[in-house]
């Protein structure tokens, strides 16, 4: 299968928690970036990491990156309701074209 | 960042009918786009990368005749769906790369369409 797997598959917390998700891969990449999807809509680009980088921040958002292990992780900090969503990991495929490669994805949900 | 159109955002057509799906880069020349298809609470699975000007690379699995991609133009590629059948049914997206450099040629995704076949 040309996905990565992503656990948990679903997530359920409280609002304050903090939410980790973990993204495994396949192949070689040029980076490894986040995407969040509310329910039938489209995608929301969260955070790009490159190859060559171990760790980045947005906001309430950090993302590791192990190339060694081939796993990144994406740590919400504080949770909100707004956050509930689905997220994926999508790997910048290094064997030509930039074909993003998406993971199976974590459905988060963020209790009030 | 630059903006991805897909038009139409939903479509529901007979059995054996055929749906073309536009996909338009906004305010980008994108010489590659790609294509995904999205099932309900699954993952996107790519199924091609269209590139203007020449065949559109098709992932194994998805049937060339079956969804054929035209992309005639820097901003354009269409998606259609021969003789759709109910199994067809899906979200499908598209997405475009900003080669231009000044966004590192990141992707950037249209909001979707849902197709429903009856």
């Known amino acids: 299968s040309q996905q990565g797997e992503e656990d948990p598959q679903a997530l359920s917390i409280q609002e304050g928690e903090n939410a980790t998700m973990n993204c495994s891969y396949k192949t070689s990449i040029n980076n490894l970036q986040w995407y969040r999807q509310n329910s039938g809509r489209g995608l929301v680009h969260l955070i790009l990491i490159r190859s060559n980088e171990r760790e980045k921040h947005s906001g309430r958002l950090r993302v590791t990156l192990d190339t060694s292990k081939k796993s990144s992780s994406l740590l919400i900090t504080a949770s909100r309701a707004a956050d509930t969503a689905s997220y994926f990991c999508a790997t910048d495929y290094s064997g030509g074209y930039n074909k993003l490669i998406f993971g199976a994805g974590t459905r988060l949900a963020v209790h009030p | 960042g630059a903006v991805v159109s897909q038009h139409p955002s939903r479509v529901i057509c007979k059995s054996g009918t055929s749906v073309k799906i536009e996909c338009r880069s906004l305010d980008f020349q994108a010489t590659t786009m790609f294509w995904y298809r999205q099932f309900p609470k699954k993952s996107l699975m790519l199924m091609a990368t269209s590139n203007e000007g020449s065949k559109a690379t098709y992932e194994q699995g998805v049937e060339k005749d079956k969804f054929l991609i035209n992309h005639a133009s820097l901003t354009l590629s269409t998606l259609t769906v021969t003789s759709a059948h109910p199994e067809d049914s899906s979200f499908y997206i598209c997405?475009?790369?900003?080669?231009?450099?000044?966004?590192?040629?990141?992707?950037?995704f249209g909001p979707g369409t849902r197709l429903t076949v009856l």
């Open positions: 997405s475009a790369r900003d080669t231009s450099g000044r966004s590192h040629n990141e992707q950037f």
